[in-house]
């Protein structure tokens, strides 16, 4: 074997392994997009029909399904649903998370280490463990089958996590420029308000993004306190209320989860280095 | 913190702050905890209190319909622990856990080796292989759903194709046991392989480019740089790829109830989405806890192995 043969080899393996990852991820939203578009005598062919390629539009494509998602189905409700629950997770999120997580990072020491751990630690606690209590509270406050019960029971899962990420973010400015603004003759409170907070509008835009994601993205709360269909969120809505009688409307079904999930993945993708970066940086020293 | 202090006497009058306020504004420690107490509240009264709660139902007989809490003792685990379909849910609770956390590990490692490559559109191929763990489950699993289906599965139908299938023979995905753990085997996979590789991705590229010089300079080939410089280093951050993701499954219930619902014929529960079936759904909400505490363990585990490493750092920094 020669050189030159085995490097081949090497880009050849490298480019079929490539392939083949690729595939593997894309393969469903390929699929909810061929769906979501396709007629439905091009749809509903039995898989036993070699013939007919499941993988191509045999017949031209269509816009049925996507106007039959947003005239005669509660879609457009959940996503409304979806964005102002999120909208208030995160308003609650912030207010509470961000000084939490400056504090953390600069002004209670030692201790900060092992309460940021701590804050940490309850991210791991897992809605299942919680949400057969939680069906108990929400009961007592009054709030089951109401969207309220996930505005109260979300930030649970959202502080600990952006309070984490913010952490790292804080650690990253320098302590000097606060104490300039001391110097200068603010407050400690006054510098962090007009120095600090400036500089961290990056990681606190990143921490709302991200809050958000996680509140689109939850189901088993959602499941749990939400049973009237015109209160659910995408996540609830589309698995369990999009199914009329024992029928499947597949092709709106898979327009309903394209278009909630592909926004949400590009807008993640983008802000992923960062993420990565405030999730790291909380983890080392600073 | 003596130095800071003096600092901050030493700046002349306060600005925008009455003077009352103004020793609150800047006593460092007070105003630490004024800031953190928010977020101390929440946590511990909406995380704190529940889990409480959690093991306090797990011994009561409270149902849906009430609210009173009857103390039962130990009843509701004697129950559960004597039910065979709580066995099985263990059993594929383990299962489903280990492997699909092995599968992930090993198909991350690889993913993340072939994206350290540089090659032309990698920046594309890295934007595609993180879709899946961005998009929320509950939709991504319906298109799954689709894909499985026992009647247009594209799946039987290229299987059928390549003569993998032979005619007569039949894939009912969703409808036999086994080969629906494999399907919610492989969606979790699918879900889960983009946070692996990039964590250690980011790992990967953390390493110093040196000490892999050194390696290569010292005529170390691929597979002992691989083994006895890329591991060992990367260890910490696998650490926490494996901790995060048998945490995350061991105790998840999305993707089966979202594909089978536990089904055919509670075949496929895990520990989670039996908990739900009996403590939500039944109304039963005392066994559904004693069935969610078994999933307690793993979490004290996870979380002595994190709060160690977390130590380990502090000396090692």
Redesign the interface.
């Known amino acids: 074997m020669s050189k030159r043969m085995i490097r081949g080899l090497a880009w050849a393996g490298?480019?079929s392994?490539?392939t083949i990852?690729?595939v593997?991820?894309?393969?469903?939203?390929y699929?909810?997009l061929i769906?979501a578009f396709k007629q439905n005598r091009d749809?509903?062919?039995?898989?036993?029909q070699?013939g007919h390629v499941?993988?191509i539009f045999n017949d031209p494509p269509t816009l049925e399904h996507v106007r039959l998602l947003f005239q005669s189905t509660p879609y457009v409700t959940w996503l409304s649903n979806t964005v102002w629950v999120g909208a208030l997770v995160v308003l609650i999120t912030l207010?509470?998370?961000v000084?939490?997580a400056?504090?953390?990072a600069?002004?209670?020491?030692a201790w900060g280490?092992r309460?940021g751990?701590l804050?940490?630690?309850?991210y791991?606690?897992?809605?299942?463990?919680?949400?057969?209590?939680?069906?108990?509270?929400i009961?007592?406050l009054g709030l089951q089958n109401s969207q309220w019960a996930l505005v109260?029971?979300y930030?649970?899962f959202t502080?600990?996590f952006t309070?984490w990420l913010l952490m790292g973010f804080y650690r990253t400015i320098p302590r000097d420029l606060e104490?300039q603004a001391?110097?200068?003759?603010?407050?400690?409170?006054?510098g962090i308000v007009r120095v600090v907070l400036p500089l961290s509008v990056p990681g606190v835009l990143t921490a709302v993004i991200f809050a958000f994601?996680l509140v689109?993205?939850e189901?088993?709360y959602a499941?749990?306190f939400i049973s009237s269909v015109g209160r659910m969120t995408?996540?609830?809505g589309?698995?369990v209320a999009l199914v009329r009688g024992d029928v499947?409307y597949?092709g709106s079904?898979?327009a309903?989860?394209l278009f909630?999930?592909?926004p949400?993945?590009i807008v993640?993708?983008l802000f992923?280095d960062r993420f990565?970066g405030g999730l790291?940086a909380g983890?080392?020293?600073g | 913190m003596g130095a800071r202090r003096d600092v901050a006497q030493l700046a002349p009058q306060a600005v925008g702050l009455g003077a009352r306020w103004r020793f609150v504004a800047d006593q460092a420690g007070v105003l630490g905890w004024f800031m953190l107490t928010p977020a101390l509240l929440y946590v511990s009264l909406l995380v704190g209190v529940p889990f409480v709660l959690a093991i306090v139902l797990s011994f009561s007989a409270a149902t849906a319909g009430s609210l009173s809490l009857s103390w039962v003792g130990l009843r509701n685990f004697a129950m559960v622990l004597a039910d065979p379909m709580f066995h099985r849910a263990v059993a594929n609770t383990f299962l489903f856990t280990f492997v699909s956390q092995a599968l992930v590990l090993v198909l991350a490692t690889v993913q993340a080796l072939l994206l350290t490559v540089a090659f032309p559109g990698r920046r594309v191929v890295r934007f595609l292989m993180l879709l899946p763990w961005a998009a929320p489950v509950a939709l991504s699993s319906m298109a799954w759903t689709w894909i499985f289906d026992s009647t247009f599965s594209v799946i039987n139908w290229t299987a059928s194709v390549i003569h993998l299938l032979r005619p007569g023979q039949w894939w009912y995905w969703l409808g036999t046991p086994d080969l629906a753990m494999i399907a919610i085997i492989t969606v979790h996979v699918w879900r889960m392989l983009p946070f692996g590789t990039v964590v250690l991705l980011a790992g990967m590229t953390a390493i110093p480019q040196d000490v892999r010089e050194a390696a290569l300079i010292d005529g170390a080939g691929f597979w002992r740089r691989l083994f006895q410089v890329e591991v060992p280093m990367l260890l910490p951050i696998v650490t926490v790829v494996v901790l995060f993701g048998v945490v995350f499954t061991f105790t998840d219930l999305s993707v089966v109830w979202l594909l089978t619902r536990g089904g055919p014929y509670n075949t496929t529960h895990v520990l989670a989405s039996l908990a739900f079936q009996r403590g939500i759904l039944g109304g039963n909400l005392g066994e559904g806890a004693a069935i969610a505490l078994f999933l307690f363990p793993v979490l004290v585990v996870g979380a002595v192995v994190m709060l160690r490493m977390a130590r380990r750092a502090e000396v090692g920094a």
């Open positions: 490298l480019y392994g490539i990852f690729t593997f991820a894309v393969f469903p939203f699929w909810m769906t749809l509903y062919v039995g898989a036993t070699l499941p993988w207010v509470v998370a000084p939490a400056y504090s953390l600069r002004l209670v020491g280490e309460l751990i804050v940490f630690l309850t791991l606690v897992p809605p299942t463990l919680l949400f057969i209590p939680f069906s108990r509270v009961s007592l109260v029971v930030p649970t502080i600990p309070t104490e001391m110097i200068d003759g603010y407050s400690r409170l006054g994601t689109m993205q189901f088993v499941l749990t995408v996540s609830l589309v698995p499947y597949w079904l898979m309903a989860a909630a999930s592909v949400i993945a993640y993708n992923m990565i790291t983890a080392v020293k």
